[in-house]
T-cell receptor, first 109, second 117 residues
């Protein structure tokens, strides 16, 4: 299983763009990269998933360089409600994913 | 789509009793379900993986006789904490994957808070 490394915490202000980078140096060929958001006492919520290059949906963008050894979750114009823990997971269809420590994002007014 | 429910959302029990937690996929067939445990201020820790109709695969260090997992149908998995003790108090979260999803996306339930007195 590919191990992931993220910053433990990040601070931002409302309206700013936030980029959270995850390192996954031993990612396997078949592995996808998935990001989740978790609020206290709730289950993680799917944000975005990608395999390579760039993926964008209505809430975030995911940038994956050609070597796929890292990925960056980009949250445009964050609000107070984006304060949460963000996890990146790397895994494949045949196996399972291991949660890293996650990044606690605090958005300040 | 891709909704996973858990029941109960919280439970308080006495030491030595057993507690059953249900995990249901509401709008898809869950070929694989996962059970996690999360202690305060910590990340999710995978306990076991279960595939419909087969025995669960437990992670190292997780007692299979204490944490009984049953995945009897494509929409239901249960976790039974047997002879619960205060150290079993935690937040238990299930997730599910379905074959209609093209990749390995897991959809998570809302979690169950277990408190053992």
């Amino acid at each position: 299983l590919a191990k992931t490394t993220q910053p433990i915490s990040m601070d931002s202000y409302e309206g700013q763009e936030v980029n959270i980078t995850c390192s996954h140096n031993n990612i396997a060929t078949n592995d996808y990269i998935t990001w989740y958001q978790q609020f206290p006492s709730q289950g993680p919520r799917f944000i975005i998933q990608g395999y390579k290059t760039k993926v964008t949906n209505e809430v975030a963008s995911l940038f994956i360089p050609a070597d796929r050894k890292s990925s960056t979750l980009s949250l445009p114009r964050v609000s107070l409600s984006d304060t949460a823990v963000y996890y990146c997971l790397v895994g494949d269809r045949a196996g399972k994913s291991t949660f890293g420590d996650g990044t606690t994002l605090t958005v300040k007014p | 789509g891709a909704v996973v429910s858990q029941h109960p959302s919280w439970v308080i029990c006495k030491s030595g009793t057993s507690v059953k937690i249900e995990c249901r996929s509401l709008d898809f067939q869950a070929t694989t379900m996962f059970w996690y445990r999360q202690f305060p201020k910590q990340s999710l820790m995978l306990m076991a993986t279960s595939n419909e109709g087969s025995k669960a695969t437990y992670e190292q260090g997780v007692e299979k006789d204490k944490f009984l997992i049953n995945h009897a149908s494509l929409t239901l998995s249960t976790l039974t904490v047997t002879s619960a003790h205060p150290e079993d108090s935690s937040f238990y979260i299930c997730s599910a994957r379905g074959r209609e999803f093209p990749t390995d996306t897991q959809y998570f339930g809302p979690g169950t808070r277990l408190t053992v007195l």
